[in-house]
Nanobody, 128 residues
Framework: DVQLQASGGGFVQTGGSLTLSCAASGFPFEDYQIAWFRQAPGKEREGVSLITTSDGSQSYINSVKDRFTISCDNGKNTVFLRMNNLEPEDTAVYYC?????????????????????WGQGTQVTVSS
């Protein structure tokens, strides 16, 4: 069975840090791209960051660039999202998602519909 297990969320003050983890199983990890999405109350789910596990290439939305870092440990089939200098606007449920890497034919990574598998979400709350 495919599983994406997200963890690491919590409650922090503005300027604090958290590291989210996404443990994957049931599919060939290095053939996939893994993304983090988030959804705040009353808002649509939005893509935050993407990593291509085969080569470590990364993408970020502008609002988290220079604050968040995505990485992966292929030996443990795990993707991390290190979040520094957190802001109240980062408060959301964070989800990891996986899609097959179609090398050169990947669609826009920001589209949630482009992903085959989703984790259950982990809550991040940043107080002002």
């Amino acid at each position: 069975d495919v599983q994406l297990q997200a963890s690491g969320g919590g409650f922090v003050q503005t300027g604090g840090s958290l590291t989210l983890s996404c443990a994957a199983s049931g599919f060939p990890f290095e053939d996939y791209q893994i993304a983090w999405f988030r959804q705040a109350p009353g808002k649509e789910r939005e893509g935050v960051s993407l990593i291509t596990t085969s080569d470590g290439s990364q993408s970020y939305i502008n609002s988290v660039k220079d604050r968040f870092t995505i990485s992966c440990d292929n030996g443990k089939n795990t993707v991390f999202l290190r979040m520094n200098n957190l802001e109240p606007e980062d408060t959301a449920v964070y989800y990891c998602a996986a899609r097959m890497n179609r090398r050169g034919y990947n669609t826009n990574w920001l589209r949630s519909g482009a992903y085959e598998y989703w984790g259950q979400g982990t809550q991040v709350t940043v107080s002002s």
